[in-house]
């Protein structure tokens, strides 16, 4: 079965890069890439190492990617050259994955536009909380700043009017010219984010600390048992750093969107 | 309570631009759905499953791997029956760490006849970028390295590799680390890490204390010091006091799943001994040699001198002639022997070199020519293996060696030609561990090891998940030999072809059961000794845990 959501984001994706696609299969996308996205999507450093030292123009490079387990037909897979195989993208592959961090990297900023007459300046960050203990679980967030009122808040991506947003201004749009500090932005936004995190649901820090704390009670006692005490004290220290690496509690912020974006006053 | 982290990247990357924003909204939508497709929403699902190109793991599969991530937190003993997959179990753990950003730097410790495999496995099945070890600068180049244990411990290696912090270490056929005075063990003990996986179907296989080594490596003190471990759980060497108590204090590092309770869906096996009888000068050498072992087994019995040649000549005359040829050698050199023996060996040495005819190959060529298609004969000698190699050629039976001496490429390449270019795979007992060769359904077993975990571990290359067809085994056996008692007493009467097997590892070991069965056939006065005898070891043997258990509380 053909698996659409991987095959519409791969579509939008080579759209966006500027890749040019080829006439293909249903289940299948034919593309000719360009040069920065062909060294982001196949992993052959030492080529274009060679290729840009010989300052050469390499030929472009090909992909049919399937996005289903059916035989690709001749029709459009005759025109291909030899070294250009079919290759089946499935979520975990190796390609899925080049393509999401590619995309990752190339959507790191963007600026956007409400379709209103009187917009005004924004800052949309997005942000990827993980909690780490010696398990790990991550959560999303998102905050819009408003450079009007110099005030941050969390919005819900989800339900939030994303798809209303454009990267041209309709004409005859006015832009309020704010001036954004953007040190400022990031104090806010960690600010509201400890705030955010501190109101989580704590047990899984607690239940780890405690974990920790009893695991190096019953290590410290195991060792204080043993004869030879003194000459496995190196091996003590290395098991009590280990248990405290992986059980140690923490949380990760990490910031990696942003976006400015002019919308209304009451967006 | 914790520490919170926070990454800067984001910003740094705006500064650069000289906090001048651009880039179009539909990558920024798309960079969103990108990061949501990586996002971890819960601690305790297996968010690797999705991400699986090429494998379709079972349940008890992805059960032992969440276990082993959310109750054992990363440090346990995967010791589930032979078959059952514990490679894809490691695999489950090792991508889903990874997937979580939990495991970056990964040490894979393999015998060197699975590095390649191990290798091919979690980059074709898991999407794991794993590298094969090559040289000194593979420890600090690649995040994830395959390697084998010897090389690891070998210098400049294993100070590279004690230099460095790894988020994960597995190693597979633990049971080499059963030891705590072998360097194996030291090494893997002295490794900074975070995980540690330890992977093998047997814990035990001699001796109590060989659990307590592995256990020792994942959390020392789990099952108290060394002599509150002898005093609270050992009876004698291979018995628990209360097997109950050390499974409950096992459990909280171990992961045991057994065949008969995996409810899969095993194909077939079918077990057949193929009885031979002798030609007369091969008899006349067989009653020589163990008329001489039985007088040898009496006088060092009485002068407490090793027993060991004597069990190896006793086994490898049942082999064939040719394997017992480099033990006769050996002891003819012995200059502790008397000068009868001397001339007693002399003799059967003669003996030996001049048998005509050959009952037990000429039986196994019929057997590889009737059967048609690929089929693998496992012998314990070298020697065997060398002539049965030589003797299949001259029949003009495509046919390649396998063992455990061949350095790692060469192994792969003969499990490659038996793929695809040759009819008969001959391998040696050392060759048989780890290697999966489901491609294939017949196994000759031309001798049989005196140990039930070591034939196991044979048919298991081939009888295990993956595997389509039913299974064939062929045990050889010559007629009114030890041989005849020893197919008996491992097919049918400990049934070790069926699933206690798993069991024997706690109850008894491989080198006391050779033992004792050495000493049957020695000091019997006849046959009907003998088989009575036997008959009580395999009661013993069938006695599981969960009987001794029972028996205990009934007490």
Known sequence: MKDQKLYNFCKQYFTLVNATLHHADDFALSVELPKEVDKELTDRPFYWMWVETLGETPPPNFLYLLFDDLTPSPEWTSVLKDTQKPERVLPGSYRMQKIYQSAKLHGMFAVAYERKADLWPHVLINVKVSYISDRQKDELLSYLFSAHHQTIKKIEWNHWEKNLLYDEPQSGSQIVPLPINYDLVFSKLLSEVTHEIEKRDQSWARESSQRLKKELTELDQYYETMENKEALAAEQQLRKAEITWRMSPRVEVNPYQLALLYLSENT | ?555
């Open chain 2, 1 to 555: 309570m914790y520490d919170i982290q926070i990454h800067d990247h984001l910003r740094t990357k705006l500064r650069e631009r000289g906090d001048a924003v651009s880039g179009r909204w539909g990558l920024f939508l798309l960079a969103q759905e990108a990061e949501q497709e990586s996002t971890m929403v819960s601690f305790d699902d297996l968010a690797c499953l999705k991400l699986l190109p090429n494998v379709l793991p079972y349940t008890h599969q992805i059960e032992t791997a969440k276990r082993v991530i959310n109750e054992l937190h990363g440090r346990a003993l995967l010791a589930d029956e032979v078959g059952l997959g514990k490679t894809i179990e490691a695999g489950l753990v090792i991508k889903e760490y990874m997937v979580r950003g939990l495991v970056k730097k990964a040490l894979i410790l393999v015998p060197a006849s699975l590095v390649l495999q191990w290798t091919r496995e979690l980059n074709e099945k898991f999407a794991v970028n794993a590298f094969a070890q090559r040289n000194e600068w593979s420890w600090t180049n690649y995040d994830v390295v395959v390697a084998s244990m010897d090389t690891t411990k070998r210098e400049p290696h294993r100070t590279t590799v004690l230099h460095q912090d790894y988020d994960l270490v597995v190693v597979d056929e633990a049971h080499k680390l059963k030891n705590n005075r072998t360097s194996n063990w030291q090494l893997v003990n002295q490794i900074r890490k975070k995980y540690l996986l330890l992977v093998t179907a047997t814990p035990v296989q001699n001796d109590l204390k060989e659990v307590y080594n592995l256990i020792h490596l994942l959390r020392p003190g789990q099952l108290g010091n060394p002599a509150t471990f002898t005093s609270t759980h050992v009876q004698d060497k291979r018995t628990p006091k209360d097997p109950q108590a050390l499974r409950s204090a096992l459990n909280t590092l171990m992961v045991r799943n057994r065949r008969k309770e995996s409810h899969l869906d095993f194909t077939e096996r079918h077990v057949e001994a193929i009885l031979l009888r002798l030609s007369n000068e091969e008899m006349e050498l067989y009653h020589a040699v163990s008329d001489f072992i039985k007088e040898e087994y009496d006088y060092r019995a009485s002068h407490h001198r090793s027993l060991l040649p004597l069990i190896t000549l006793q086994r490898e005359i049942c082999s064939s002639s040719y394997a017992a040829l480099p033990t006769l050698e050996k002891m003819r050199k012995d200059p502790h022997l008397n000068s009868i023996a001397h001339e007693r060996l002399e003799h059967i040495y003669e003996m030996a070199q001049s048998v005509p005819g050959y009952t037990k190959v000429n039986q196994t060529i019929d057997l590889v020519k009737q059967i048609s298609d690929k089929l693998i004969v496992f012998t314990e000698y070298r020697a065997t293996q060398d002539f049965l190699l030589y003797m299949l050629r001259r029949s003009n039976i495509a046919a390649v060696p396998f063992r455990g001496g061949f350095k790692r490429g060469k192994k792969d390449w003969m499990k490659d030609l038996f793929e695809h270019r040759a009819q008969v795979l001959v391998a040696t007992e050392a060759g048989g561990e780890g290697i999966n060769l489901q491609f294939c359904n017949q196994v000759i077993n031309f001798d049989l090891p005196w140990n039930p975990m070591r034939v196991e571990q044979r048919i298991g290359r081939v009888h295990r998940l993956g595997q389509t067809r039913p299974v064939y085994i062929y045990n050889l056996a010559t007629k009114e030999t030890i041989e005849e008692h020893i197919v008996q007493l491992l097919q049918e009467k400990i049934q070790m072809f069926e699933s206690v097997i798993g069991e024997l590892d706690v109850i008894l070991g491989a080198k006391a059961f050779e033992k004792e069965l050495l000493q049957t056939f020695l000091e019997s006065k006849d046959e009907e000794e003998i088989r009575a005898r036997l008959n009580v070891l395999s009661k013993r043997v069938q006695r599981t845990p969960a009987t001794i258990g029972r028996e205990r509380e009934k007490q």
